[in-house]
């Protein structure tokens, strides 16, 4: 596997760069992209047809690449992976949400990449504000099984919560799913999600809720007690529901994050990014701080002891780890550079999928997603 | 930041030249780029931690009002469980999992007679000073243990030279992290209940015993008025036999017919005080409704024909299954009711119908309807006519005699048998009787025809086993007129060696006799029979004037093939017999 990924800001500089890599004798037939809404993503789609590369991308909320010794955020642009790998390693499917449930599309997305390879290691990203990234992923889970591993975001468009898109190289999606499945025979997938957020204040009980849309908590409308509990008006919302989200406790005993991804002013509900159910116990919840870049290490460090190395990186990192570290997300950035040493592209979302520490694939929020490919005749 | 700034402003400061200035130029660009990186970094560290101050001041503050009504709401539940405690009349307490009291209520106070602080802290033990405490505290081990509720444990205590009761129950009481930190008890003295408990169940048993002794006193009863009354009949039949002159003879018939009255009438009583007493119990037997009506239209008939009725029954065709139910009692409703039409009839006729109602796989329901064209019943008495000692008229009894307990009888037993009775009538033109009865269905099965009298093929040889000289002398004369051989054996033991002779082809067992009784002698020919080559199988046939069910039932129990109530009447033994002996 060849790898090299880049950060562009117009469909211009694409070109050119494309143009340099294939004089350099690099000829990549998968690129996946994360790009702002502000791109003409139309123009960005026929970039790839024309040069036929398989495209697997999605919108987001602020672009990350690091390469050739530089790392970088940025807004307004695009984040570029492109690899170069034997064609019968890897597939992609896109398909449109429409009509279907979170688990439907999830389960659906699993049904037509299944019995292509023995193995499997999927990269996932969905597009739609109403996605409940838990069905989704349990949708995929439930036809996979757990043993796969599952990877990626879900999109942004610069914090403006309104629409989010998937893409291929000939479809735009604003509510559907793009997968790439790599078989796992060649392909080593691996990859942590850590997070480090904190609880908050005192227990809330969810009393109305359906799937990912809670209407009420502690028997109040769910808009009114973010409100209260957090001193802010309706339009602060869904951002600081973003940055500020509800850890729920499972009866299982473990905890996930749900962020806030929109808001019914109407009916007084929020929408969540992943399932809430009703009955369950949630707490308020934030960044403890910077300190939260050493926690972060720490994790990196520990993964890395058993995934040492890696041909090329990507990274899904929540949008609140932005807002939350501001000039110093770049340090947690270059944690990865610097312990990996590949390519890396990626894009702060509105949600993510991976394992955690505990092994299990989850759908999270609040997470710094990293996930490593590598070729399997690399490693040998 | 300041020191960069330092540094810089002296780096400035020692430039000297414009030369010199241009020579720094770049360092002095790149600390200011430095300075600009970590300035921008502060700002954005200064904003954000703004940010989560107001946003933790806000939860906090909210966090608190939450935390401030809910402390005042559960300080309001404890004053409310405090109040419950207080008032409560059993003995609540909390231990601790070292089994020391923690709260104890009111009523423990008083109970232990010491104030909460001197419970409080310390064990059972040492607050009931006279009270041997090791199991009970293996049992409060148990629950913290198991973290098993425990209910109605029984505690007996004595305090001041009186026994107390206690019934205690205990739960484990669990933090919110599901740790046992002690249990809860509450016990209720429950000496006087115990006490009321203990008297009400001797009452019962008394009372119990009471009418135990009553069913035994009638059936005795029944048994010492029927073995007199069994003479008289039976005698005054012989003599009956050898007067001819009129007005002797006409004696003789009112005192044989007043006999079987008065016997008819010990029946009815006996029967009536078992349902009474709730001993009655039914049989389920395999019958055969075809034959049981053909019984039942051979010990009508005479009657019948005697006052130049016709009687008429029949069974619907569809019955081709042998059935499960208790045939006895069945019988005895349809001669009760059948009884009374012939005697309330004085011209026309009677007429018994068994029809299929409902059937399906498992069982039947049958209808049987007693008709007649008799005197009938006013409606006004139509309601009353099934309750005890009831007859439309009193004058009634004068002319028709009867005990008035029949139909009160027929009533409860169809009852028992889970059917109904019901009876329709007009005055002057007849009455229709009728009931239902669930039966369960056996196989199928060609009914057999044992009821028709057919003429013995071979002669008779009987054994009479029978040690009362009246009752032997009855049936001997019985014997006789059917034609029937017979030898004498006085008790069971007799009855025994006889039977070895071989000579017999039929055995008449008494069962209460001297030496060795009727069961005995049965099960000891049974015995022998079983070693014989080859094995033989006599005909025996119980004389009992016990009618307790049980008697009957024991008499099949150990061999005996049938039974007849003593006095037996001819016909019956001859049905018997022709059953046996007429193919």
């Not at chain 2, 402003?9 to 660009?29: M, P, R, W």
Request: aromatic share 6%.
């Amino acid at each position: 596997m060849k790898a090299r990924s880049m950060l562009i800001s117009s469909i211009k500089s694409l070109d050119k760069q494309l143009e340099s890599f294939f004089e350099l004798g690099f000829n990549p037939n998968l690129a996946i992209v994360f790009t702002s809404i502000s791109l003409p993503i139309k123009e960005l789609m026929m970039v790839f047809e024309r040069r036929n590369i398989r495209l697997a991308g999605c919108t987001s909320c602020g672009e990350i690449a690091v390469y050739d010794g530089f790392s970088g955020i940025s807004e307004q642009s695009a984040a570029v992976m492109l690899i170069e790998i034997p064609d019968n390693q890897f597939s992609i499917d896109i398909i449109n949400g429409n009509g279907l449930s979170s688990y439907e599309l999830g389960l659906k997305a699993a049904q037509q990449g299944k019995g292509i390879f023995n193995d499997r290691a999927m990269i996932v990203m969905a597009s739609g504000l109403k996605v409940n990234g838990q069905a989704l992923i349990e949708g995929i889970l439930s036809e996979t099984g757990p043993g796969t591993p599952i990877f990626g975001g879900l999109a942004g468009d610069d914090a403006h919560f309104v629409e989010t898109w998937v893409f291929d190289q000939k479809q735009l999606l604003n509510n559907g799913i793009i997968v790439v499945n790599f078989d796992s025979s060649k392909i080593r997938v691996s990859g942590l999600a850590t997070s480090g957020w904190i609880s908050l204040g005192a227990d809330l009980k969810v009393t109305s809720s359906t799937d990912n849309v809670v209407f009420a908590i502690d028997g109040q409308p769910a808009l009114d007690v973010y409100k209260r509990y957090l001193s802010v008006s309706e339009d602060d919302l869904p951002a600081i529901g973003v940055e500020y989200p509800l850890m729920l406790k499972r009866n299982d005993g473990t905890t996930a994050l749900r962020a806030v991804m929109g808001v019914d002013k109407q009916a007084r509900s929020l929408i969540f990014a992943g399932s809430v159910p009703e009955g369950s116990l949630v707490n308020f919840s934030s960044s403890p701080g910077f300190e939260v870049i050493d926690f972060t290490r720490k994790n990196l460090e520990s993964f890395s002891l058993s995934s040492r190395h890696a041909d090329c990186m990507l990274l899904f990192s929540c949008m609140a780890r932005h807002l939350a570290l501001g000039p110093l997300v770049i340090e947690e950035i270059d944690l990865s550079k610097s312990l990996w040493k590949a390519p890396l592209a990626g894009f702060f979302t509105y949600g993510e999928i991976g394992i955690n520490s505990a092994g299990q694939c989850d759908f999270h929020n609040q997470t710094y997603t990293i996930v490593l490919l590598e070729s399997i005749e690399t490693i040998q | 930041m300041l020191d960069l700034l330092d540094k810089l402003y002296a780096t400035i400061l020692k430039a000297g030249s414009h030369d010199e200035f241009l020579s720094i130029k770049d360092a002095l660009l790149t600390e200011i780029a430095e300075i600009r990186r970590k300035s921008e970094v502060n700002t954005f560290q200064y904003s954000r931690l703004i940010k989560d101050k107001n946003v933790l001041h806000s939860l906090l503050a909210r966090t608190s009002e939450d935390l401030k009504l809910a402390l005042h709401e559960l300080s309001q539940r404890a004053e409310e469980l405090n109040t419950l405690l207080l008032a409560i009349p059993a003995l609540v307490y909390f231990k601790d999992v070292n089994l020391n009291y923690v709260i104890v209520n009111k009523a423990f106070e008083e109970f232990s007679g010491k104030r909460t602080e001197e419970i409080v802290g310390r064990s059972a033990a040492q607050v009931f000073s006279e009270y041997q405490t090791t199991t009970y505290d293996q049992i409060e081990q148990s629950v913290l243990e198991t973290g098993q509720s425990l209910y109605d444990i029984s505690e007996q205590l004595t305090d001041k030279g009186r026994t107390i009761l206690l019934s205690t129950n205990l739960a484990p009481v669990k933090n919110i992290h599901g740790e046992n930190i002690g249990l809860v008890g509450v016990s209720w003295d429950v000496t006087e209940q115990r006490k009321n408990q203990e008297a009400l169940q001797n009452a019962k048993d008394a009372a119990e015993a009471g009418t135990r002794a009553k069913s035994e006193f009638l059936a005795n009863m029944s048994h010492e008025i029927r073995t007199p009354l069994n003479g008289i009949i039976g005698m005054s039949q012989i003599l009956s036999k050898s007067i001819s002159d009129p007005p002797n003879k006409e004696y003789l018939d009112i005192i044989i017919s007043s006999g079987q009255s008065l016997l008819l009438l010990v029946e009815d009583i006996l029967d009536f005080s078992k349902i009474d007493a709730g001993m009655l119990t039914f049989e389920e037997k395999p019958f055969n409704v075809v034959n049981l009506m053909r019984e039942i239209d051979q010990l009508l008939r005479i009657k019948a024909e005697d006052k130049a009725l016709s009687l008429l029954t029949s069974v619907d065709k569809g019955l081709k299954h042998d059935l499960l139910g208790d045939e006895d009692r069945i019988k005895k409703v349809i001669l009760n009711l059948a009884d009374n039409a012939i005697k309330f009839t004085e011209k026309g006729k009677v007429s018994i119908d068994v029809t299929l109602q409902e059937e399906d796989t498992k069982g039947l329901t049958l209808q049987f309807t007693i008709r007649d064209t008799g005197i009938g019943i006013a409606k006004d008495q139509l309601s009353r006519i099934f309750q005890s000692f009831e007859q439309l008229d009193s004058s009634h009894t004068r002319r028709f005699g009867g005990s008035g307990l029949g139909l009160a009888i027929s009533h409860r037993l169809v009852q028992m048998m889970g059917g109904t009775i019901k009876v329709e009538s007009e005055p002057g033109k007849g009455s229709v009787f009728s009931f239902d009865i669930k039966l369960k269905k056996l196989g199928l099965s060609p009914s057999k025809q044992p009821g028709k009298q057919s003429p013995l093929k071979r002669k008779i040889h009987v054994l009479l086993a029978e040690d009362n000289l009246i009752n032997q002398k009855v049936a001997a004369f019985t014997l006789n007129q059917m034609g029937l051989t017979f030898d004498l054996a006085r008790n069971g033991i007799e009855a025994v060696e006889q039977f070895k002779t071989g000579r017999f082809d039929l055995i008449l067992m008494d069962i209460q006799m001297p030496e060795m009784s009727g069961f005995e002698a049965t099960q000891s020919i049974r015995s022998i029979e079983k070693d014989m080559n080859p094995p033989s199988h006599i005909l025996i046939i119980a004389l009992t004037a016990n009618a307790m069910k049980g008697d009957m039932e024991r008499c099949l129990q150990v061999g005996m093939n049938a039974y007849l109530s003593k006095p037996f009447q001819q016909k019956e033994l001859m049905g018997l017999i022709s059953q046996y002996f007429s193919e």
